[in-house]
């Protein structure tokens, strides 16, 4: 005999769990299909995002970044540090308690909201306009069969693999081996400069591993603006010592004791290096074996993504699909909204996601934030526009911090002064995207938020100078 639900989403991921959640809210009886097991072989939700990804490497972050301020920053605040050292068992074990209480914030939610939760591998089995069949192989063994009205697939994406380079998380690491090291390397190497080389490049820099990131593409941060990645090349190597090379070609990875990577750099010419560990991370792909995905006709497109309209439909009634599995940006934060938009749309209610208002972090230090177009694609869509930047150099606040690099971009259509995009780099560009997300959101001007006023001193105040250059009205500069 089937359970019977209203809403089964499988997948717990940022956007499983958050569809689940809202879904329960508005009413309706409510499942959630997770396969990802703990240390003790029990449920755990958050996906990617919560146990190897987004929350983790924040917090090694923040501890590399620590450690780096007491050995090369305190002494200019007239702080002595002697006997500096770093215990990596002990930021391990701080990384862990910190996704451990996310997990278990998760099973409250569920319990809270009446969210029934199943442990293991869901697939569709049949459906019709009706409904649909489940199949749950349960991690304990054996099977469960849920039926349900509606259906939303959250099933993530797993690291992209590199042919010859088998990940084995001891001397080759995936990005769950990156967060899981038991010791400092002397020599690290990455492969792919994105958001998850640059930002696990960053932690074992800090705590003194020699790294080389290694990038196919020609151009650093292609997604980014120019200018922001301009200056982020910069940074990133001349003060933090990444070395970065661009448009290199792997030719051959072997893996003794120590990994040696064989390529081609830009100029065509043959290099070798070798490495205590490598970290491979040339992006990811969606997580969609297992669904049954051919036998029920649910539509893949040829990267294997689920096909979705834009309200993330799929081509099988009752049947939706959101986060990494789907087009997009693959961010958890586009996940959850998209997960709160379709539990909306299954209630009758209205619900969009703009893409264009979905911003991009790179927890490096200094951070980068983007949300909106960039220099480049206002260019080549011949779009008229003005644009103003200031310096963190210019702020005070920033002064106070110790941290002064980087500046805000802001770009405004040339008539109507509507705000097309912004781009950070500097200290804390993760919280300060927001009021140009919100300002977009708004279809404000670049004066709308020349005009508000900004506490002083703070580092928001940059967003606003920014704002005022548009004009050319900067006042500090």
Partial sequence: MAKEFDVVVIGGGPGGYVAAIRAAQLGFATACVEQWSDEAGKVVFGGTCLNVGCIPSKALLQSSENYHLAAHEFASHGIGVTG???DVAQMMKRKDKIVADNRAGILYLFKKNKVANFHGKGSLASGDDSGWTLKVALAAGGEETLHAKQVIIATGSSPRQLP????????????????????????????GAGVIGLEMGSVWRRLGAEV???EALPAFLGLADDAIAKEAL????KDEGLAIELGVKIDKISAKKLVSVEYTDAAGAKQSKTFEKLIVAIGRAPNTAGLNAAGVGLALNERGQIEVDE?????????WAIGDVVRGPMLAHKAEEEGVAVAERIAGQYAHVDFNTIPWVIYTQPEIAWVGQTEQQLRAAGVTYRSGQ???????????????RGFVKFLADAKTDRVLGVHIIGPFASELISEAVVAMEFGASSEDIARICHAHPSLAEVVKEAALAVDKRAIHI
Avoid at 168 to 191: E, F, H, M, W, Y
Avoid at 234 to 237: A, D, F, N, P
Avoid at 311 to 319: D, E, K, T
């Fill in 311 to 319: 309200q993330c439909r799929s081509n099988l009634p009752g049947v």
């Fill in 390 to 404: 200031f310096p963190f150099l210019a702020n005070g606040r920033a002064k106070g911090l110790g941290e002064t």
């Fill in 84 to 86: 500096l050292s770093i």
């Fill in 164 to 191: 010859g380079a088998p990940v084995d998380n001891q001397r080759i690491l995936d990005n769950a081996g990156a967060l899981s090291l038991t010791a400092v390397p002397k020599s690290l190497g990455v492969i």
């Fill in 212 to 214: 080389t990131v290694l």
């Fill in 234 to 237: 910069k940074v990133l190597t």
